[in-house]
T-cell receptor
Framework: DGGITQSPKYLFRKEGQNVTLSCEQN?????MYWYRQDPGQGLRLIYY???????QKGDIAEGYSVSREKKESFPLTVTSAQKNPTAFYLC?????????????FGSGTQLSVL | AQKVTQAQTEISVVEKEDVTLDCVYE???????LFWYKQPPSGELVFLIR??????QNEISGRYSWNFQKSTSSFNFTITASQVVDSAVYFC???????????FGTGTSLTVIP
């Protein structure tokens, strides 16, 4: 079945450590997104990518980095510069503009600080 | 700028009651798309409906119905005869026709009490 796979489901980060969240999709979607979800704040966009080797900052990109070397993969690194990383992270994908554009989501990664 | 407001943070209803979730949006664009997503406790957001700005026809899908009114910039979601399985967080979202970002509301947490 087609879908988006996020791993791990739970992740713990130590002070000063970088951690990477994985996101893979087999939907043949061009665009991929990373959102951060905090209680009561809805979804905030961290980064998005519409084509391979290109990505754009969202509203809260500071302290995060991404890469898009393959169409199927869009990993997110939470760097030590992100001082408040505890949150639920959601990866999403969609078709390119002009088609039946809606977001498909993964099941999320809960990141906590030790 | 685009903005989506879901003023209801939490709603509790008794099973079989009807419930309406409010969504008010702001955009200066004439072409845009509105969405509703459901986030059950498992975490993954599930697509419910997509509506473009030129189609104000209300839609019904089983126990779910949506009322889109451009005059009041609202896209409300009604669940008829609610069930315990409807308990979730519901998000309203918007993307403008020429844009590449989805804008989410802060979500409404619905609890259906058996």
């Amino acid at each position: 079945d087609g879908g988006i796979t996020q791993s791990p489901k739970y992740l713990f980060r130590k002070e000063g450590q970088n951690v990477t969240l994985s996101c893979e999709q087999n939907l043949n979607h061009d665009a991929m997104y990373w959102y951060r979800q905090d209680p009561g704040q809805g979804l905030r966009l961290i980064y998005y990518s519409q084509i391979v080797n290109d990505f754009q900052k969202g509203d809260i990109a500071e302290g995060y980095s991404v890469s898009r070397e393959k169409k199927e993969s869009f990993p997110l690194t939470v760097t030590s510069a992100q001082k408040n990383p505890t949150a639920f992270y959601l990866c999403a994908s969609s078709h390119y503009r002009g088609r039946d554009e809606k977001l498909f989501f993964g099941s999320g990664t809960q990141l906590s600080v030790l | 700028a685009q903005k989506v407001t879901q003023a209801q943070t939490e709603i509790s209803v008794v099973e079989k009651e009807d419930v309406t979730l409010d969504c008010v949006y702001e955009t200066r664009d004439t072409t845009y798309y509105l969405f509703w997503y459901k986030q059950p406790p498992s975490g993954e957001l599930v697509f419910l409906i997509r509506r473009n700005s030129f189609d104000e026809q209300n839609e019904i899908s089983g126990r779910y119905s949506w009322n889109f009114q451009k005059s009041t910039s609202s896209f409300n979601f009604t669940i008829t005869a609610s069930q315990v399985v409807d308990s979730a967080v519901y998000f309203c979202a918007l993307i403008k026709g020429t844009g590449n970002q989805f804008y989410f509301g802060t979500g409404t947490s619905l609890t259906v009490i058996p």
